[in-house]
């Protein structure tokens, strides 16, 4: 597992061109492109279980999914900012991408330092210091664990019949 490191006001452009935004659709064409402009070895490097540590205002800039859709793609197991977007933050939870404000964590982390999360137990653990963020709420976790609101919804809708 490895921590990707970024600053303040990561804007969807950086995680996503918009110069691809009408010619890759899918999960398979995004990826490559995740992060070019930012950081040009992030998409030959990323691997599942992979976290993303980042300052304020995550994912701010144009509404699209593409960036929310290709970071889930890749197996980013959570993001851990100061704050985030108000539309990228919908956006990831509409995929399943789990993203966690503990701006006492970013502040902490270090390169190289060992990084654990327990969502459910709304603690993140930095090179042995433990620190807390609020627990999300129930329904938040069943769409993280169903991989998606789409998923989610289909799966109460079946439980229903």
Known sequence: ??????GNDINTDMLFPGKYTYTCSTAEEIK????????????????AGDIIFAGSNFGCGSSR???????????????????FSRIFFRASTN?????????EAVDAYKEGDEVTIDAAGGTITVAGTVYRFPKLPEEMMA??????LLEFTREKLKNRK
């Open 65 to 83: 999914e593409q960036p929310a859709l290709g970071l889930k793609a890749v197996g980013i197991k959570a993001i851990v900012a100061r704050g």
């Open 95 to 103: 995929q399943g991408l789990l993203l966690i404000e503990c701006p």
């Open 32 to 47: 490559p492109h995740l992060l070019e402009d930012l950081d040009p070895d992030f998409a030959g490097a990323v691997q």
């Open 1 to 6: 597992m490895a921590v990707w490191n970024y």
């Open 143 to 148: 769409i993280m664990k169903a991989g998606g």
